[in-house]
C-alpha cells in the first residue's frame, strides 16, 4: 500500500510539475528580448487588467484567460469599479461537469483541462460570481479525477452515480452561494466566443486543442488573418485568450509600428509574475489558438 501511496503522490506532483512547466516553456518561447525590440515609433494599445491570480498545482490556465478577459470587458466599461471573478467556483462546475458527460455519454477525461470556449460554456450554463464570494483554489484536485471516475463507475444506476459525484463535491468543496443571474447576464451580454486556429484551409472543424470538450470547433484561418484579428480585437477594446505550449494566456494589448504591425504583445499570466512581453514573431510561431469575444 506504502508503494501504491508514493506512485500515487508521485503522478500528483507530475501533473503539477507538467503545468508549471508548460507555462514556463511558453513563457520561454515568446517573452520579449530586449534585443528584438523595433526601434521605430509605435503606438501602444494597453487595455486595463486586474491583479493577477496564481493557478497554483491546478490545470486551469484556460479559465484564468477567460475570466482575465472578462474583468478587462468589464473594466473598461467600468473604469472606476473593481470586478475580480471566482477561479474556484470554475473549479468546482468544472469538476461537475467532466463527470456529468461521464455519467451522460462515457466522455471520460481525467484532467482539470480545458479551453476558453468550455469556460464560456460554462458561464452561460452555471453563471459567475465575484472572487470574494468564493475565492480559494482548491489544492490537488486534478489528481482527484482519476479516483472519482472510478468511484462513479462502479456506481450502479445513473441515479447513484450522480450521488457518488454530489458526494465527492459536498467532501471537497464549501458549499456554494446562491447565483445572482443579473450580474451574470450583465458580464456575459452580447458575448459570442469563437476560436481561431491556424490552417491552410479556411473554415469549421474541431478545435485544435486536445484537452476541449467533445464536438467543440475553431475557426481555421491563415496566420496572416489571425495575426489581424488580434490587432483589430485589441484596437477595439477587445482581450484575446491565447493558447499554445499546453498554456493559456491572456493579450491585453500590442505596441504596433506605423503598418500597424505587432512589435510587442502584452501577456496576463496565471503564474507569478503575471505580466511580461512577448514577442511577436515568437508568439506566432507557438500558437495553437487564439479565443476572441465577438458581438
Known amino acids: 500500500m506504502r508503494i501504491l501511496f508514493l506512485i500515487f503522490l508521485f503522478l500528483q506532483g507530475a501533473s503539477v510539475w507538467a503545468s508549471k512547466l ?18 521605430q515609433k509605435i503606438q501602444t494599445i494597453k487595455l486595463p487588467v486586474t491583479r493577477g491570480f496564481d493557478q497554483k498545482d491546478s490545470q486551469l490556465c484556460w479559465v484564468h484567460s477567460f475570466l482575465n478577459a472578462q474583468e478587462t470587458l468589464y473594466l473598461i466599461k467600468h473604469p472606476r469599479e473593481k470586478m475580480e471573478l471566482s477561479r474556484s467556483y470554475f473549479q468546482y462546475q468544472n469538476l461537475k461537469d467532466r463527470m456529468s ?45 482519476p479516483s472519482i471516475i472510478r468511484l462513479i463507475k462502479r456506481a450502479g444506476s445513473e441515479e447513484e452515480k450522480y450521488r457518488t459525484l454530489e458526494d465527492q463535491l459536498k467532501s471537497l468543496f464549501a458549499p456554494l452561494p446562491n447565483i445572482n443571474e443579473g450580474f451574470t447576464h450583465e458580464i456575459l451580454k452580447g458575448q459570442k466566443w469563437i476560436a481561431y486556429a491556424p490552417g491552410s484551409k479556411e473554415g469549421w472543424a474541431l478545435h485544435p486543442d486536445s484537452d476541449a470538450r467533445l464536438g467543440t470547433v475553431a475557426y481555421f484561418m491563415k496566420m496572416s488573418k489571425i495575426i489581424e484579428k488580434i490587432r ?24 504596433l509600428d506605423s503598418q500597424f504591425r505587432p512589435q510587442k504583445y502584452f501577456i496576463k499570466d ?26
Not at 513563457?27 to 523595433?38: D, F, K
Not at 465575484?130 to 483554489?137: A, D, I
Not at 512581453?277 to 476572441?292: C, F, G, R
Open 270 to 295: 496565471s503564474y507569478s509574475p503575471y505580466f511580461y512581453s512577448a514577442d511577436p514573431q515568437s508568439l506566432h510561431e507557438n500558437l495553437l489558438e487564439v479565443s476572441i469575444p465577438e458581438n
Open 232 to 255: 483589430t480585437s485589441l484596437q477595439k477594446g477587445i482581450p484575446v485568450t491565447y493558447g499554445g505550449n499546453g498554456h493559456s494566456v491572456l493579450i491585453y494589448g500590442a505596441e
Open 101 to 145: 458527460r461521464l455519467i451522460e455519454s462515457e466522455e471520460e477525461f481525467a484532467s482539470e483541462r480545458g479551453t476558453p470556449l468550455d469556460a464560456f460554456s460554462l458561464a452561460q450554463e452555471h453563471g459567475l460570481l465575484r472572487f470574494e464570494e468564493y475565492s480559494e483554489l482548491l489544492s490537488g484536485i486534478d489528481g482527484r479525477y
Open 22 to 39: 508548460e507555462a514556463q516553456a511558453l513563457r520561454n518561447a515568446i517573452e520579449i528580448r530586449l534585443s528584438s525590440v523595433a526601434k
